[in-house]
C-alpha cells in the first residue's frame, strides 16, 4: 500500500516508540488519581482484559507487514464465539467445541489468504467482504441471540488459574512470546519480513509468496478462533456481536505500536504497549469514573498522540 | 480521595470529572449505550434519586454502544474500584452470567433494571415488561383500523431480548383480529433512517398498508415520514413515549406509543439499592404498569425528563 | 499488490464516456443483479421503485464522493460516519437556535469543513498515516457527539429547508438531483483540471508529483477538506430528509460509504479511480438492501448476501479488466 494510508512516517527513529511515552504518562497519572489502579489485583484484571485484544493483534502486526489488512478479525471472533457456543451445548464437551472454533477461524483464515494471494482482490476489500460473510453467518447460525447452558469446563477457562497465574493472563505472554520467536528466530519470520519489504527477493530464492501469504492469513484465522473461545469462556455464551469492531482496535494497537505498511517492518513491543495503552486508559478512566463521552473521546486523543509524538521527533524529509 | 482524583486528572492535564461528590454511599450505574433516549431517561431518573437520598452516582457506558464485552471489562474495573451498590441493565441478558456473579463474590448487592438477568443474585429487579407493552399499544392500533386490512412490523436490533419480546407482544396482539394480515416483517435496527428506507422499500411492494408497528420511536417517526412522503396514510405506533414520539401524537402523525418509562426505571432501582444499604425495606420485584401514550393522555409527557423528580417511595409501594 | 503502477486518467475523449468504459465489471454486476431482482419481484422494475432506490443511493454517494478523491490520493477518511453525525447534530441545534436554515447550513458545512481541514493537517503536515488520523479523529467526533446531545434527538425543522431532503423538482427528488450534479462536476473536475489529473498523481506516486512541481501538501489539505464539506452537505441532506439527528446516526454509514468506493473500483493503492465508479457501488449496495426489503428476507441474513455480493463485484471487476488488458 502506498504512502499515506497506514505508513508511519520516514526515518523514525528505533529508540522508545511514541506509544511508550503515553504509556508511561497514563501509568503516572493514574497511580496518582486512583488508590486501587497499582493494586495487583488490578494490573491482573488489566492483563486479563487486554489477552483478547493481543490473541487478535499478534497476527494483525504479521498481515500488517505483509502490506495486508484483516478488517474480518473481529466478526470471526463472534462466528466462533457462537460455533463454539453451539458445540459445546450440542455435545456436552469443550474440546470438540474447541475444535470447532479453531476450524471456523483457520477456514475464514484461508479464505482471507485465498482471496487476497491467489485471487488478487486487494486485502481491504476481500476482509470486508469476509466480514460481511462472517457475521451473517454468527447471526443466522444463532438466529441473532446468545447461547447459553455450555459446560461448565468452558467458563473455567477464563477464571481459572496454572501456577497462581490468571489463564487468560498466561496465554496472552505465551502468545506473545510465540509470536516474537516465530518472527526473529524461525525461517518462516524472515519470510514474513520479506513479504512485506522484499517479495522480488523472496520470487528469486525460490520461495513462492502466495502460500506464505496465505499462512500469515490463516494464522490470523486460528488466532480469531482462539480470541472467540477466550471471549465465549469470559461471558459463559456464545454472543453473535461479541466480537464487533475488535479489528479497528487490533489495527490501532499495532499501528501506534510502530509497525509499518511498508519495507516488512514489524514491532511486535510496539504491538504490546499499544494493546496495554489501550487496555489501561480504558480501566483507568473507569476507575476514575470519567463522563462516558469524555472517555470515547480519550480513545481517539490517545491513539492521535501516540503517531503525534514520533512524528514530532523525526526531522522532516 | 477527591483530592486525589483530582490530582490526578491535573496530572493527565486534562479536567476533573463532572459527577459531584456527596457524602454518602457510592452506586455504580451500568446502561447500554450513549444514544438511545431511553437509557439517557434512565441515567437522568438515577441522578436524581441519588441526590434525593445524599448518595454519589457512577455511570457506566460501554464506549462501543451495546458491546457485552466492553461491559464486563467495566464490571471488572468495578469490582476493584468496590462501589457500595451497583445498579445494572445488562448488554445481554443471557451473556451478563459471569459478571453478576463476579459482583456477588465481591459482596456488591446488585439491583437489576429494565432487562431481566438470566443469572446471578440480585436484590431486586425494577423493569416494565416490554411484552405487555408491544400487546398493549398493538391493541390500540388494531381497534382503530377497525379489525382489518394490512400491517408491516420493523424490528429493532435482530437478537436484543427488547426486539425480541416487543415483536412476539405484536404478533399475539394481532392472534385476536384475523381480519388483519402481517404483509412483511423487516429489521431497521432501531435506527430512524433505516426505519424510513425500510418502510419506503415496502410500500412499493405493499401500497395498501394500513398500520406500521415499530419497535421503537425512531423506526416509526422514520415510517411517519415515508409514509407522508409518499402520500400514503396509515397508522403508526411506536414503543418508548419520547418526546419526538409525543409530538407526533399530538400532531396526528402517529396514533399511539407504548410508554417503557425509563426515567422511573432508573429512580425506582437506583431508590431500592440505597435502601438496601440503608437497611431499609424494599420491594424484590416492581413490574411497572403499562402506559400507551395517545392523544388522550399526551399531555402528562410533555415536561422534559430533566424537570421530572422521582416519586417518594411511599408512591412507588402504592403502584 | 496490483494497481499502485497505473497512471493519471486518459486525457482523451469524453470524460464520461471514459468512466463509464472503466466501470464495465461493476456495471456488469448492477445490472446482473437488477435482472435477478426484476425476475424475483413484481413491484421492483416499477418507476416509484426505480425513483425510490436513487434516492436511497444519493444519501451513500454524497458521503461517498469526498471519500473517493481521498482514496485516490491513497489515503482514507474513517471519519465520515462520526462527521456526519456530529455535523447533523450541530446543524440541528444551530437551526433550533438560530431560528433560521442559514444557520443549520452554516453549522453543517463548518463542521465538516473544520473536521476535513484537521484530517488534513494531520495526515499531510504531521504525516500521521490517514487510518490512523481519522480513526483517531472519528472517536474524538463521536465523544463530543454524545457530550453535546445527552442521549436526546434534535427534530423538527422548517419546511423550507426539509424540501433539500423532500422536495421534488419536475418529478425527481432533490437529494437526486444534488447526487447527479455532484457526479458531474465532481468527474470534471477530477478528470479535466489539472487540479485533478494532480490528486491522482499524488496517489500514483506522492514523491513524483512532489519532483514535478505539484504542491503536494497542500493539494492533500484541500482533498480531505473537500471530503469533509461533503460530508458536511451529506449531513444536509440526511436532516432534511430525517427531520431529526441523534448522535449514533453515522455508526451504520462508515463502512458502506468506503465499500460504495471500493466497490466502484477505485483503489486504496492510489492514483485509479473514478465517481462514476462510487455512484455504482452505493447504487450496487442500495439494490441489494432494496431487494431483500422487496423480497421480505429475514434480517440475519442481510450481511452475508452483502459482504457475498461485495465479493462477486469486486472479482468480477478485476476478471473483466484482466481480460481487457490481455486483449490490448
Given amino acids: 500500500m502506498s504512502e499515506g494510508l497506514l505508513t508511519p512516517p520516514a526515518g523514525r527513529l528505533r529508540a522508545v516508540p511514541g506509544v511508550a511515552v503515553i504509556l508511561g504518562l497514563l501509568l503516572a497519572g493514574f497511580a496518582v488519581g486512583s488508590r486501587d489502579f497499582l493494586a495487583p489485583a488490578n494490573l491482573l484484571n488489566v492483563t486479563d482484559q487486554s489477552a483478547v485484544l493481543m490473541l487478535l493483534a499478534l497476527p494483525m502486526t504479521f498481515i500488517i507487514m505483509t502490506e495486508g489488512l484483516d478488517l474480518s478479525a473481529g466478526a470471526v471472533v463472534s462466528l466462533a464465539s457462537v460455533v463454539i457456543g453451539t458445540v459445546a451445548v450440542a455435545s456436552g464437551h469443550v474440546w470438540p467445541a474447541l475444535f470447532a472454533g479453531i476450524a471456523v477461524g483457520l477456514g475464514f483464515g484461508i479464505a482471507n489468504g485465498v482471496l487476497v494471494a491467489l485471487i488478487g482482490l486487494p486485502p481491504f476489500v476481500a476482509t470486508l467482504g469476509t466480514l460481511g460473510i462472517a457475521q451473517g453467518l454468527a447471526l443466522v447460525v444463532s438466529g441473532g441471540q446468545s447461547i447459553t447452558g455450555v459446560p461448565s469446563a468452558l467458563p473455567g477457562l477464563y477464571g481459572g488459574h496454572l501456577l497462581g497465574m490468571p489463564l ?24 514474513v519480513f520479506a513479504l512485506g519489504g522484499n517479495r522480488e527477493a523472496l520470487r528469486l530464492a525460490g520461495v513462492p ?64 504497549l499499544g494493546v496495554f495503552a489501550i487496555g489501561i486508559l480504558r480501566n483507568g478512566l473507569n476507575l476514575l469514573a470519567w463522563p462516558s463521552a469524555l472517555q470515547v473521546a480519550s480513545v481517539g486523543v490517545l491513539v492521535i498522540l501516540a503517531l503525534l509524538v514520533d512524528v514530532l521527533r523525526t526531522p522532516a524529509p | 480521595m477527591r483530592a486525589s482524583i483530582l490530582a490526578g486528572a491535573c496530572a493527565l492535564g486534562l479536567l476533573a470529572p463532572a459527577l459531584a461528590l456527596a457524602d454518602g454511599e457510592t452506586i455504580a450505574l451500568f446502561t447500554k449505550n450513549q444514544t438511545n433516549p431511553f437509557f439517557s431517561a434512565e441515567r437522568v431518573g438515577a441522578e436524581k434519586a441519588a441526590a434525593m437520598l445524599h448518595a454519589k452516582l457512577l455511570e457506566y457506558v460501554p464506549t462501543k454502544a451495546d458491546s457485552i464485552a466492553e461491559q464486563m471489562s467495566q464490571i471488572d474495573d468495578v469490582v476493584v474500584k468496590k462501589p457500595d451498590a451497583v445498579v445494572i441493565v445488562p448488554v445481554d441478558y443471557k451473556a451478563i452470567g459471569p459478571g453478576i456473579a463476579k459482583l456477588n463474590a465481591a459482596g456488591i448487592p446488585a439491583v437489576n433494571i429494565t ?14 415488561d416490554d411484552y405487555h407493552i408491544a400487546r398493549d399499544t398493538a391493541e390500540v392500533l388494531l381497534k382503530a383500523m377497525g379489525g382489518k386490512g394490512s400491517v408491516v412490523i420493523l424490528e429493532g436490533v435482530p437478537g436484543s431480548l427488547t426486539s425480541q419480546d416487543r415483536v412476539r407482544g405484536f404478533r399475539d396482539a394481532l392472534k385476536d383480529y384475523p381480519g388483519v394480515r402481517v404483509v412483511a416483517i423487516q429489521p431497521a435496527n432501531y435506527q430512524r433512517l433505516q426505519g424510513m428506507q425500510v418502510m419506503e422499500n415496502l410500500l412499493q411492494s405493499h401500497p395498501d398498508v394500513a398500520g406500521v408497528m415499530a419497535a421503537n420511536d425512531a423506526m416509526a417517526i422514520g415510517a411517519v415520514d415515508a409514509l407522508s412522503d409518499a402520500g400514503h396514510k396509515a397508522l403508526v405506533i411506536g414503543i418508548n413515549a419520547t418526546r419526538e414520539a409525543v409530538d407526533a401524537i399530538n400532531s396526528g402523525h402517529m396514533l399511539a406509543s407504548g410508554d417503557y418509562n425509563g426515567f422511573l426505571q ?18 424484590s420485584d416492581v413490574q411497572l404498569p403499562v402506559v400507551v401514550v395517545t392523544k388522550a393522555n399526551a399531555a402528562a409527557y410533555e415536561a422534559p425528563v430533566a424537570e421530572r423528580n422521582c416519586p417518594a417511595w411511599q408512591d412507588v409501594m402504592r403502584r | 499488490m496490483s494497481g499502485s503502477s497505473a497512471a493519471a486518467p486518459r486525457r482523451s475523449g469524453q470524460p464520461f464516456a471514459a468512466a463509464l468504459h472503466e466501470a464495465g465489471g461493476r456495471l456488469l454486476a448492477v445490472l446482473l443483479l437488477g435482472a435477478a431482482l426484476a425476475l424475483t419481484s413484481d413491484t421492483f422494475l416499477t418507476a416509484a421503485n426505480i425513483v425510490n432506490v436513487l434516492r436511497q443511493t444519493s444519501l451513500l454517494f454524497i458521503l461517498a464522493s469526498g471519500l473517493t478523491a481521498v482514496v485516490i490520493t491513497a489515503g ?76 436526546e434527538a434534535v427534530y423538527g425543522f422548517p419546511r423550507a429547508f426539509r424540501m433539500l431532503g423532500i422536495g421534488r423538482i419536475v418529478g425527481v427528488p432533490v437529494p437526486v438531483l444534488a447526487m447527479l450534479a455532484l457526479l458531474a462536476l465532481g468527474t470534471l473536475l477530477l478528470r479535466r483540471t489539472v487540479w485533478g489529473h494532480q490528486v491522482y498523481a499524488i496517489g500514483a506516486n506522492a514523491e513524483a508529483a512532489r519532483l514535478s512541481g505539484v504542491p503536494v501538501r497542500r493539494r492533500l489539505i484541500i482533498v480531505y477538506l473537500a471530503s469533509g464539506v461533503a460530508v458536511g452537505f451529506a449531513s444536509l441532506v440526511f436532516l432534511a430528509r430525517l427531520n431529526s439527528a441523534e448522535a449514533d446516526i453515522g455508526d451504520t454509514l462508515t463502512l458502506p460509504a468506503i465499500a460504495a468506493v471500493l466497490i466502484g473500483g477505485t483503489s486504496l493503492f492510489g492514483g485509479v479511480g473514478s465517481l462514476f465508479g462510487s455512484f455504482i457501488g452505493a447504487l450496487l449496495l442500495t439494490l441489494v438492501l432494496n431487494g431483500m426489503n422487496l423480497l421480505d428476507v429475514n434480517a440475519n441474513w442481510q450481511p452475508l448476501v452483502t459482504g457475498t455480493i461485495v465479493l462477486l463485484a469486486v472479482w468480477l471487476d478485476l476478471r473483466t479488466r484482466r481480460a481487457r488488458a490481455l486483449r490490448r
Fill in chain 3, 76 to 151: 482514507l477518511d474513517l471519519s465520515v460516519g462520526a462527521n456526519i453525525a456530529l455535523s447533523a447534530c450541530l446543524a440541528g441545534l444551530a437551526m433550533k437556535v438560530g431560528g433560521s436554515p442559514l444557520a443549520g447550513v452554516a453549522a453543517a458545512l463548518g463542521t465538516g469543513a473544520l473536521v476535513g481541514l484537521l484530517n488534513g493537517l494531520m495526515v499531510s503536515l504531521l504525516r500521521i498515516p490517514s487510518f490512523i488520523a481519522t480513526y483517531g479523529m472519528l472517536w474524538v467526533l463521536q465523544g463530543i457527539a454524545y457530550a453535546v446531545m445527552g442521549g
Fill in chain 1, 209 to 272: 509468496p502466495a502460500p506464505l501469504l496465505i499462512a500469515v492469513y490463516a494464522l490470523g484465522g486460528v488466532m480469531a478462533g482462539i480470541a472467540g473461545l477466550l471471549l465465549t469462556s469470559r461471558l459463559d455464551a456464545g454472543h453473535p456481536t461479541a466480537g464487533i469492531g475488535m479489528e479497528f482496535d487490533a489495527i490501532a494497537a499495532v499501528a501506534v505500536g510502530g509497525t509499518s505498511f511498508e519495507r516488512g517492518d514489524g514491532r511486535l513491543g510496539g504491538t504490546a
Fill in chain 2, 266 to 283: 432508573g429512580c425506582i432501582g437506583t431508590m431500592i439499592a440505597i435502601r438496601v444499604l440503608r437497611h431499609e425495606p424494599i420491594e
Fill in chain 1, 168 to 191: 487468560p493472563a498466561l496465554l496472552l505472554v505465551a502468545a506473545w512470546a510465540a509470536f516474537a520467536w516465530a518472527l526473529h528466530r524461525t525461517r518462516f519470520g524472515s519470510y
Fill in chain 2, 115 to 128: 432487562d431481566r438477568s438470566a443469572d446471578g443474585r440480585f436484590v431486586a429487579f425494577v423493569g416494565a
